[in-house]
């Protein structure tokens, strides 16, 4: 079965420069969640989107902005890097319907490595 | 503040035993709960879930129960097999009754499951 595909699997960048991750999400699922897990953490929410739209917002510095597009894949562009946005950045989708959103699969992450 | 988390950061299991992993969770607003797998490198892997509605939910070799008195969550894992070994997560949400939203999952704290051969 199709699985959520993330871009780049890897990513170095120094301080002050810009990443973009993407985010494919399962086909048929209307949702994506963004979420940033630093080593031994636990998967912090950033931000979620719901019909191209945005949804619910976690803690997303103002540095980091999301869209969804028409197609449903997202991306997250992060600017001014910090050391310490170096983390894995996993993407999930779900299908939402009548107001549940709850199951979400989860792709296999972008390890941002910030020097 | 509103948090789930899980009582102990690593379990460690002989292969055949049963391991069983909590979550105490303090959001009594919270209605949906999910348990995620984590292997090293690998995004959250969804297990099982259960609404607030039942108190217990069994799936191939795991049992998931909800003590809402308690806020209280478990995941039981039968026969434990090498291939267990993971960090498990237990993740709550509150339904959204818009139509539509995405609300993200909260996460707990996770706990390391060790099997020893």
């Known amino acids: 079965a199709a699985g959520v595909i993330q871009s780049p699997r890897h990513l170095i960048k120094e301080k002050r420069e810009t990443a973009t991750l993407k985010c494919y999400p399962i086909?048929?699922?209307?949702?994506v969640y963004w979420y940033q897990q630093g080593p031994g953490q636990d998967p912090q929410f950033l931000i979620s989107?719901?019909?191209?739209?945005?949804?619910d917002k976690g803690s997303i510095p103002d540095r980091f902005s999301a869209q969804q597009f028409s197609d449903y894949h997202s991306e997250l562009n992060m600017s001014s890097l910090e050391l310490g946005d170096s983390a894995l950045y996993f993407c999930a989708s779900s299908q939402t319907g009548q107001g549940t959103n709850e199951k979400l699969f989860f792709g296999s992450g972008t390890q941002l490595s910030v020097l | 503040g509103e948090s789930v988390g899980l009582h102990l950061p690593t379990l460690s299991v002989q292969e055949g035993d049963n391991s069983i992993i909590n979550c105490a969770y303090s959001n009594s607003a919270s209605d949906y709960f999910i348990w995620y797998k984590q292997e090293s490198g690998k995004g959250p892997q969804f297990i099982i879930d259960?609404?607030?509605?039942?108190d217990k939910r069994q799936g191939q070799r795991v049992t998931v129960l909800l003590n809402k008195t308690v806020k209280h969550l478990s995941l039981q894992i039968a026969a434990t097999q090498p291939g267990d070994s993971a960090v498990y997560f237990c993740a709550e949400n509150i339904r959204g009754y818009s139509g539509g939203g995405a609300d993200g999952l909260t996460f707990g704290k996770g706990t390391h499951l060790i099997i020893q051969p």
């Open positions: 989107f719901y019909e191209k739209m945005q949804s």
């Open positions: 259960i609404r607030s509605n039942m």
């Open positions: 086909p048929r699922h209307d949702t």
